[in-house]
T-cell receptor, first 109, second 112 residues
Framework: TQLLEQSPQFLSIQEGENLTVYCNSS?????LQWYRQEPGEGPVLLVT?????EVKKLKRLTFQFGDARKDSSLHITAAQPGDTGLYLC?????????FGAGTRLTVKP | NAGVTQTPKFRILKIGQSMTLQCTQD?????MYWYRQDPGMGLKLIYY???????DKGEVPNGYNVSRSTTEDFPLRLELAAPSQTSVYFC???????????FGPGTRLTVL
C-alpha cells in the first residue's frame, strides 16, 4: 500500500491541452514535493509546498497543497512535448521522504 | 561540480553474486540516501545517512548494507543477489533541507 497515492497512473494528451494530476494521502505532511523524472535519469525537484492551501506557480505549472496538508495537485496549462515525463510527489518525514508511484505523462505533438 | 555520480550505470548479476554500487557527491551534503525504483512502485528508501559514520535503515533494507566513511561517498553493498533485487537504484544527497534532494543518474541492475 502506497502512503502517497497518485492519479492517474498514466496520462496521454495532445500538445496544447490542459491537465491536472493528483497526489493524495491519509497522512498529514509538514511539506510535500513534486519531482519530474525523464527516462534514464534521476528525479529533479520542481517545487516544495509547505502551507495548507498554498499555491505555487512555475511558468505553466501550478501546484496546490490541500488545506489539511494531506493532498496536492499539479496543473499544467497548454502542455508541450517537453513536459513528457514521470511526475512524482513526495512527503517529508523526520529524516526521509516517502514517494508516490508517479503519473507518467506523455504529450503528443 | 558534478553533483551526484553513480557507477556502474548498468550491471547484470547472477543469483548469489555480490557487488557494490558506488555513489559520490561533491556538494558537501550531510544527508545521503539510497532508493530503489521498481516499475509502477515509485521510489522506496533502502538506507540513509545523516553524516559520516552514521547510517540508518529505510523502508526496504533487507539484503543490503551501507557504509559512510566519508562525507562524499555512500556505497551500497549487495551480498547475495536475488532476482527480487532487480531494479533501478538511485543515490541522492541533500544539505540541511532534506526535502531538496539531488539524485544521481541511477544504476540499472538485473539479477538472473
Amino acid at each position: 500500500t502506497q502512503l502517497l497515492e497518485q492519479s492517474p497512473q498514466f496520462l496521454s494528451i495532445q500538445e496544447g491541452e490542459n491537465l491536472t494530476v493528483y497526489c493524495n494521502s491519509s497522512s498529514v505532511f509538514s511539506s510535500l514535493q513534486w519531482y519530474r523524472q525523464e527516462p534514464g535519469e534521476g528525479p529533479v525537484l520542481l517545487v516544495t509546498v509547505v502551507t495548507g492551501g498554498e499555491v505555487k506557480k512555475l511558468k505553466r505549472l501550478t501546484f496546490q497543497f490541500g488545506d489539511a496538508r494531506k493532498d496536492s495537485s499539479l496543473h499544467i496549462t497548454a502542455a508541450q512535448p517537453g513536459d513528457t515525463g514521470l511526475y512524482l510527489c513526495a512527503g517529508a518525514g523526520n529524516n526521509d521522504m516517502r514517494f508516490g508511484a508517479g503519473t507518467r505523462l506523455t504529450v503528443k505533438p | 561540480n558534478a553533483g551526484v555520480t553513480q557507477t556502474p550505470k548498468f550491471r547484470i548479476l547472477k543469483i548469489g553474486q555480490s557487488m557494490t554500487l558506488q555513489c559520490t557527491q561533491d556538494m558537501n551534503h550531510n544527508y545521503m540516501y539510497w532508493y530503489r525504483q521498481d516499475p509502477g512502485m515509485g521510489l522506496k528508501l533502502i538506507y540513509y545517512s545523516v553524516g559520516a559514520g552514521i547510517t540508518d535503515k529505510g523502508e526496504v533494507p533487507n539484503g543490503y548494507n551501507v557504509s559512510r566513511s566519508t562525507t562524499e561517498d555512500f556505497p551500497l553493498r549487495l551480498e547475495l543477489a536475488a532476482p527480487s533485487q532487480t531494479s533501478v537504484y538511485f543515490c541522492a544527497s541533500s544539505g540541511g533541507d532534506i526535502t531538496t534532494q539531488y539524485f544521481g543518474p541511477g544504476t540499472r541492475l538485473t539479477v538472473l
